[in-house]
Structures are given as C-alpha cells and as structure tokens.
C-alpha cells in the first residue's frame, strides 16, 4: 500500500528536520527543536517552526495548521 501522507512542501523538503537527518550537526537541530510548538503529522519530528516540518501540527491543540 502507498503511503498518502507526503510532505506540504515538497521542493523545501531538505530544510525540513526529517530532511535534515543526518545531514546537519546537533547544534542546529537543536536550535530548531528547542522550544517545539509544533510537530510533523508525517513522522512526528518536533520544531519551533512550522516552516521546519512537513505537515505542521499544532502540539497543544493537536490541530493542523496546512
């Protein structure tokens, strides 16, 4: 089965923290990570900015925001 699920933002994927993975060093993960308020409704990954993730979730109100 296909997954339906795919990034918002597809030509922006590599600036996205699960696009990111293992190509960028902690400290910059880190700065994006820090204080999350939102997460990936694809993988989960936390960020301070919705820009950062794929399928930007609220993480207070669980509520999509794209």
Not at 22 to 41: A, I, M, Y
Request: with cysteine; proline share 5%.
């Amino acid at each position: 089965m296909e997954n339906s699920k795919t990034c918002c933002d597809i030509e922006n994927h590599h600036h996205h923290m699960c696009g990111r993975q293992n190509k960028t060093t902690f400290p910059e993960v880190e700065s994006l990570s820090f204080t999350p308020t939102v997460k990936c409704g694809i993988c989960g990954a936390m960020a301070a900015s919705e820009k950062d993730v794929c399928t930007p979730v609220n993480i207070f109100s669980e509520e999509q925001l794209t």
